[in-house]
């Protein structure tokens, strides 16, 4: 994981922390990446060794191996930049949205986020590894650098959104809800004043409130822009002086998923998104993905970024559904989203 420009890299191999449901945090980091839909029960790993490292020792590392370990860059190449990609389809998309806008209009949701998958049967090799991290360690400051892998499966990418930042009192988060492509800036409206997109992002600041509210006091910062590579963003930030230090696992469960990435409100329960099609295989898609130790934790939310096991690659990308919501102008958003992933990753060629 990197942040504010640190790099924590974890060595394998990795054993799941005991008593990971008490109410004392570890006093050594923890990884937890659990499933989108399935946080209880899903244990916290601990490896063996832990670096701080800076981006150019990163960068020093990955280009040592590659040089070590050239592959074949002809037409049989077998680096995932250069593998078939079979799209989502679009009519699993729409029977999503249309049941999604049909609860809205019943009044039982105001918003939910589905998401779609763009998968390859090439899956992920050490020098896609090295490649990827390579290209991340030059992602802009205002993305997070994450991945985490064993066993022949995992995660990497870089994603704009966190759960919760908790250092020693403070817990930091984020509403980032409402996107606009680049690409399409000069034809829209800006977020701050588009109505749909201001919507999707107040139904996650008010959820957000009412839920930080038992910690301590809650301050406000927005809602603001965010500019990424490829994407604008609505951004409203939280800060709250605790009253005492959570534990952390418990607090991940509390929160997750926002209405950014879940359903508001959040009584009306978000598992049912399972059933949709094209889901299979989603796993930690939009989940959280945290580094936690005894005082200080740093929960991301799992987007942006690219999912391997040993038969398949995925990436996936999910889009705020409202009363105002579009198909054609979702589905666009889906597509940018995930080039955006493939643009950062270094596997749009």
Known sequence: ???????????????????????????????????????????????????????????????????????????????????????????????????MLAKIKDGEIQKAVPAVFARTAQTVSPHDLAQMIFNLSKA????????????????????????????????????????????????????LKDPKEMQEHGLVVEDLKSRLAKWGSVKTEGPKILELPTLFHLKTDFVVKCHATPNFRKLTEELHPTPALGVAPRSAGYKWMAEYPGQEGRRGFGGPFAFFDQNKALCLVGIRNLQWNSEEAMIGSGCGVVAASELDREWRELFQKRLSVKKILGLEL
């Open 1 to 99: 994981m990197r942040h504010e420009g640190q790099w924590i890299l974890i060595e394998g191999p990795f054993e799941p922390v005991k008593n990971a449901n008490s109410s004392a945090n570890s006093s050594e980091i923890s990884v937890f990446w659990p499933d989108f839909y399935e946080l209880e029960g899903k244990p916290l790993f601990q490896g063996t060794v832990t670096y701080e490292l800076k981006s150019s020792d990163i960068q020093q590392i990955c280009e040592s191996y590659l040089r070590a370990n050239a592959v074949s860059d002809g037409p049989q190449s077998k680096i995932l930049g250069k593998a078939p990609w079979r799209e989502p389809l679009q009519e699993h998309f729409a029977t999503a949205l249309i049941s």
């Open 140 to 191: 802009p400051e205002t993305l997070h650098v994450y991945g985490f892998w064993q066993n022949g499966e995992g995660v990497l990418g870089a994603t704009p959104e966190v759960l919760f930042d908790f250092d020693f009192g403070i817990l930091k988060t984020m509403a980032l809800a409402g996107t606009c492509p680049k690409s399409e800036s000069t034809e829209r409206e800006s977020l």
